[in-house]
């Protein structure tokens, strides 16, 4: 059974940096590698919105919100994907879940994990 596990969130105070974590765990041999990745958040009282996406092929794309602050990046040897955040704003707190999308189009969610930034 796939599992998505995040962690890394926290505390941060504005213009501070969190690298966010999502462990992957269940995927046969190689299938990782053949997922696109993705890092969402929903703030309170909001819908959850796209962060950034990395596909199979290591392209990557991101919100306009947090374009140039911001870096996913994945590690296939370890099934893990990344998320560093910097200069990080009030209006980037919220939870932040990691989203794969298999090549058969089965979707998988993970828990969560809080990012709250404030002085």
């Known amino acids: 059974q796939v599992q998505l596990v995040e962690s890394g969130g926290g505390l941060v105070q504005p213009g501070g940096s969190l690298r966010l974590s999502c462990a992957a765990s269940?995927?046969?041999?190689?299938?990782?590698?053949?997922?696109?990745m993705s890092w969402y958040r929903q703030a309170p009282g909001k819908e959850r919105e796209l962060v950034a996406e990395?596909?199979?092929?290591?392209?990557?794309n991101y919100a306009d919100s947090v374009k140039g602050r911001f870096t996913i990046s994945r590690d296939n040897g370890k099934d893990t994907v990344y998320l560093q955040m910097n200069s990080l704003k009030p209006e980037d707190a919220a939870v932040y879940y990691c989203?794969?999308?298999?090549?058969?189009?089965?979707?998988?969610w993970g828990q969560g994990t809080q990012v709250t930034v404030s002085s």
């Open positions: 990395i596909s199979a092929a290591v392209s990557t």
């Open positions: 269940g995927f046969t041999f190689g299938t990782f590698s053949r997922c696109a």
């Open positions: 989203h794969a999308q298999t090549f058969y189009k089965l979707n998988y």
